[in-house]
């Protein structure tokens, strides 16, 4: 079976795309889908950066969702669209996430991590400020401690996010193996609790033969451990990268012991033959 839902997908309201819903919506049903789940981004406390406005990522819910309503009246019938969100945990911001998911409706939330003590692997920045190493390390501990304080999510997102913005690029100090005791942790509090993992193929829309996030071994890992949620998302900003690359997701999760991929309709997993 093909994987007809993409569930992590970002459109203008976040502060890393200008791409508009319709635009995204259009290409999904090309693309075959039966559902998206939009995610936008809500990271408050961001840092100052060269390249972004002042907080690039604070969501204004209220007209994300008006819209996405408005799309998901057009469209029905053609495409189920969700309500979805991408929260960036901090335990600085930890009360005012909990009330965001709290205060609205949405089908499906996704936690990450995209800064670790106040600073995004995406910038150069990041990795300067130890070896490279210590700053995996780092990266895990703060998704353990923050998955721990945040009960409020679906799926945790791109669980190995760091490694796709290395520097120096052709590092090679992540492995699963090597940080081992550390996303065992991780996987074994999400199989413990319920919670899933979002199979994250924005990487493989640039390079098809690249890993996705998490890692193979990972996946395979988690299921180990007693996972069974995982939901598919391109994490596509613009309309090109929808369900990039899901033909490979779905290979990989077979060979991982998965035969079943989820859907959520207001925070309640609904699985999928794979
Ligand atoms: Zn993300
Ligand atoms: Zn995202």
């Not at 019938?77 to 969700?82: F, T």
């Not at 901090?90 to 005012?96: H, T």
């Not at 065992?184 to 199979?199: T, V």
């Not at 924005?202 to 998490?214: F, H, R, Y």
Request: some cysteine; hydrophobic content about 35%.
């Amino acid at each position: 079976m093909q994987i007809a839902a993409d569930y992590h997908l970002h459109t203008h309201h976040s502060g890393d795309s200008k791409a508009p819903m319709e635009d995204m919506i259009k290409q999904g049903v090309l693309r075959g889908l039966k559902e998206m789940c939009f995610t936008e981004h809500m990271d408050l406390d961001y840092p100052e950066c060269h390249d972004l406005p002042k907080d690039p990522f604070t969501l204004d819910i209220r007209s994300y969702r008006e819209e996405l309503m408005k799309y998901k009246e057009l469209f029905e019938g053609r495409i189920e669209i969700k309500f979805g969100i991408e929260i960036g945990m901090q335990p600085s911001c930890l009360e005012e996430n909990k009330k965001i998911v709290r205060e609205n409706d949405f089908d499906f939330v996704i936690a990450s991590i995209h800064l670790v003590d106040g600073a995004d692997p995406y910038y150069e920045s990041f990795w300067t400020g130890g070896s490279i190493e210590d700053r995996y390390r780092r990266y895990f501990d703060a998704t353990l401690e923050n998955i721990r304080l945040f009960d409020d999510f679906d799926v945790l997102g791109h669980l190995d996010y760091m490694s796709r913005y290395v520097f120096p690029k052709n590092d090679t100090t992540y492995s699963y193996e090597r940080f081992r005791d550390r996303i065992d942790e991780i996987l074994k509090y999400l199989a413990d609790n319920g919670k899933g993992l979002d199979i994250n193929s924005k990487v493989l829309a640039s390079d098809s033969d690249g890993i996705p996030n998490p890692c193979p071994e990972v996946i395979r890992r988690f299921k180990e451990l007693g996972g069974r949620i995982i939901t598919f998302g391109s994490d596509a900003h613009a309309p090109t990268g929808i369900a990039a690359g899901f033909e490979r997701l779905r290979d990989i999760a077979l060979s991982c012991g998965f035969t079943e991929y989820y859907t959520f309709e207001k925070r309640s997993p609904v699985p999928h033959e794979l």
